[in-house]
């Protein structure tokens, strides 16, 4: 899988599918990588460009030491789009990606075809106790791992999923949340006009229906779909239903 140098300093890892005018981005949670979107990409339209990279310290991307904030993650993202030589992107943002691909509306709006949040950060930040941002033992992170995709088969692929986050991404795990900490984007909300399905699994321990509910209501061009039997991760849990459920929301 190709590599891309960003002007920022930033060497990103990406997946790439399909070609045609149009442009899905597709950008990973927390603790995780472009990976996650394995079981997705094939069920999306070949007639589309399907970009997936690693984010910053996570996969095989750079890992830079230091803080970071969710302006240098859209950032990145609005760099590397510039790389791959695109105008502009319809962006799906899981959980803390979903913060990202709102930040980048806000930042780089002209980059945003459409918006795709699935169980995403809310629109002002996630706040979590303290344990959330101190290091834990290896055994604890793969728990935590697998309470966000409940559903999930505990397949092959699963065991996969959970080595590659333990070992390549979760040493950023506490600068995202950081970030995700300071985060807060409900006094321009308003100004975010692009079209918007906020997708919310009911069965997730993280984000609840009541932050999916108050970024829905204040994102003006947004629609909340709850989905009862998935959980924090539909990439994983409904991979297929969930790329029908973006082509159909893209107008495919």
């Given at each position: 899988m190709p590599l891309v140098q960003l002007s920022n300093g930033m060497e990103l890892f990406y997946r790439e599918a399909g070609a045609g005018e149009r442009t899905?981005?597709?950008?990973?949670g927390n603790t995780a990588s472009s990976l996650w979107w394995e079981r997705v990409i094939p069920h999306l339209p070949s007639g589309w460009r399907i970009l997936a990279p690693d984010l910053r310290g996570c996969?095989?991307?750079?890992k830079p030491a230091g803080e970071w904030t969710m302006s240098d993650l859209a950032q990145d993202v609005a760099?590397?789009?510039?790389?791959?030589?695109?105008?502009?992107?319809v962006i799906v943002g899981h959980s803390l990606a979903g913060g990202i691909a709102l930040q980048v509306a806000a930042e780089y709006?002209?980059?945003?075809?459409?918006?795709?949040?699935?169980n995403s950060a809310p629109i002002d930040g996630l706040r979590l106790g303290p344990e959330a941002y101190v290091?834990?033992?290896e055994a604890v992170l793969r728990y935590a791992l697998g309470l966000m995709m409940p559903t999930a088969p505990k397949d092959e692929f699963y065991e996969r999923l959970v080595e590659e986050s333990v070992t390549k991404s979760g040493p950023a795990r506490i600068r995202h949340g950081r970030a995700l900490y300071e985060m807060d984007l409900s006094g321009v909300a308003s100004s975010l006009r692009q079209p918007t399905l906020v997708l919310w699994g009911a069965q997730d321990p993280l984000v609840t229906r009541a932050m999916m509910e108050r970024?829905?209501?204040?994102l003006p061009n947004a629609v909340l779909e709850v989905w009862e039997d998935v959980g924090h991760s539909a990439p994983v849990e409904?991979?297929?239903r969930l790329a029908t459920r973006i082509v159909e929301f893209c107008g495919v």
């Open positions: 899905l981005l597709l950008l990973h996969g095989d991307s750079t760099l590397f789009l510039g790389a791959m030589e695109l105008d502009q992107a709006p002209a980059l945003v075809e459409r918006l795709v949040l699935i290091e834990v033992p970024m829905a209501a204040a409904a991979p297929e």
